[in-house]
Nanobody, 122 residues
């Protein structure tokens, strides 16, 4: 069964922190690549951070040094620690998974969560 459930979104002031969680079914968690994507109103969905089954990570330039993606294999859970948040980080954040190679193209991912809203005020 494919299942991804995000949580942890909310409203914070600029400079604050949030940690997003994505609970995955065992089937989905075994995928080769998992990642976080976001979509702001009127904008296309964009990649934020991805992690492969070996633990290798990659980040969008806009979040490097501020966001950290990680996995807890014992809990089948993907995380996104977001620090030094900026108003431009405001978006719906989605967890995604795919059995292929990691990609920055959201269209490549077959499995998606329902999203969690992050709002950063100035």
């Amino acid at each position: 069964q494919v299942q991804l459930v995000e949580s942890g979104g909310g409203s914070v002031q600029a400079g604050g922190s949030l940690r997003l969680s994505c609970a995955a079914s065992a089937y989905t968690y075994s995928s080769n690549c998992m990642g976080w994507f976001r979509q702001a109103p009127g904008k296309e969905r964009e990649g934020v951070a991805v992690i492969d089954s070996d633990g290798s990570t990659s980040y969008a330039d806009s979040v490097k040094g501020r966001f950290t993606i990680s996995k807890d294999n014992a809990k089948n859970t993907l995380y996104l620690q977001m620090n030094s948040l900026k108003p431009e980080d405001t978006a719906m954040y989605y967890c995604a998974a795919d059995y292929g190679w990691c990609s920055w193209s959201w269209r490549k991912y077959n499995y998606w969560g329902q999203g969690t809203q992050v709002t950063v005020s100035s």
